[in-house]
């Protein structure tokens, strides 16, 4: 059996409204009896609104009472084949009975989804964007007679309006965090990279900077003078010199002649 709209405010009506046994409320509802017990002692949902069942078509009175009468029978749901009519787009008509619940449900939506958008909560209940930021930032007239209640059970929406709006903003958001994931890996591989590049330019810079070994400096060679070369002044003959040494190579001659 498939799971009851809203199941805890369905039992909450049940147990105010019948006198079924908390086995039987348990089982519609798809709760723990002990849960159900909680609920009809005041621990659980203490202020809870009630969700009429029958109201909403999911159980018939002569169900109820069959199940009444009989504490083993178990309830069965209500499955109409309705055609559902889709709005059309444009803004939401709320009656005048219930323009004063806005404010509950914009309270309740922004409590429990957060994750939806101003416009969306705008759609759902037929409000104001400065409403909503208003109730948000408490900064409203009747704030403090505010009181968060489902739009479904107000009857400003539908459920699966209510349901649809949800997943879309779950898949936005999933699709937000995506790209900042996206984002941030791409900027810690860029970090890396910049990171790899100055570590190599910092290591090019270190080797230019060490100081290589001068090269030895080359031996002077020594030329040997040639014999026509000229000699040093310092080895030149002086003009005295000279002739004495043609004397003396006279008188030696002289000598040999003799």
């Known amino acids: 059996m498939s799971r009851p709209l809203m199941p805890k405010a369905t039992a909450v009506w049940m147990i105010d409204n019948t006198t079924l046994s908390f086995e039987q409320v348990a089982d519609f509802c798809a709760l723990h009896p002990l849960e159900v017990q909680s609920i009809a002692d005041g621990e659980v949902a203490l202020h809870m609104v009630g969700f009429d069942p029958v109201a909403n078509g999911q159980l018939t009175h002569e169900e109820i009472k069959r199940c009444e009468a009989d ?110 994931a996206r984002e941030q890996a791409r900027k810690e591989a860029e970090a890396a990279r910049a990171a790899g590049r100055n570590a190599a330019e910092a290591a090019e810079g270190e080797a230019a ?24 002044d310092s080895e030149a003959p002086q003009p005295g010199e000279e002739q004495n040494v043609s004397t003396q190579t006279g008188t030696g001659g002289s000598d040999s002649n003799r």
Do not use: M
């Open 71 to 180: 504490p083993k029978a178990r309830l069965r749901p209500l499955r109409p084949e309705v055609q559902v009519v889709t709005r059309a787009k444009g803004p939401r008509y709320t009656p005048v009975a219930r323009r004063q619940d806005r404010p509950d449900a914009i309270a309740w939506l922004l409590k429990h989804f957060p994750q939806l958008t101003d416009g969306q909560v705008a759609r759902l209940v037929g409000t104001t964007k400065p409403t909503i930021k208003a109730i948000r930032d408490r900064t409203h007239w009747n704030v403090t007679n505010i009181k968060p209640q489902d739009p479904v059970a107000l009857g400003l929406c539908t459920r699966e309006e209510l349901q649809s709006a949800i997943d879309k903003a779950n898949r936005a958001v999933q699709r937000t965090e995506k790209q900042a």
């Open 209 to 232: 900077t060490i100081e290589t070994p001068a090269p030895h400096e080359p031996l002077e060679t020594y030329e040997t003078p040639s014999r026509d070369a000229t000699p040093p």
